[in-house]
Nanobody, 123 residues
């Protein structure tokens, strides 16, 4: 089992920044990738970004490319989602998830999920 705990959400004005944290514990050796997803009210869950647990390769949804990054601290088993130049349309509940595949953008490809954290961007 892998446990994921998220933190760092909040309210920010458009153009501002927030950093989300995703701390992993348990059988972290089984993790291939950490993905970030978000779900806005009335919308489908969408893929945001992912980082390979070993090696650090990343990829991003087009909607956040150039604004979001997802660095990691392996010593702390923690992955971050650094969100810059935030827009009102980034408002959503953000989730991190752990999976055993790479280049997976479907949520069904991830086995373990964090509890989610609310990000609200005001205009």
């Amino acid at each position: 089992q892998v446990q994921l705990v998220e933190s760092g959400g909040g309210l920010v004005q458009a153009g501002g920044s927030l950093r989300l944290l995703c701390a992993a514990s348990g059988r972290t050796f089984s993790i291939v990738a950490i993905g970030w997803f978000r779900q806005a009210p009335g919308k489908e869950r969408e893929f945001v970004a992912a980082i390979r647990w070993s090696g650090g390769s990343t990829y991003y949804a087009d909607s956040v490319k150039g604004r979001f990054t997802t660095p990691r601290d392996n010593a702390k088993n923690t992955v971050y989602l650094q969100m810059n130049s935030l827009k009102p349309e980034d408002t959503a509940v953000y989730y991190c998830a752990a999976g055993r595949g790479w280049l997976v953008v479907a949520g069904t490809g991830y086995n373990y999920w964090g509890q989610g954290t609310q990000v609200t961007v005001s205009s």
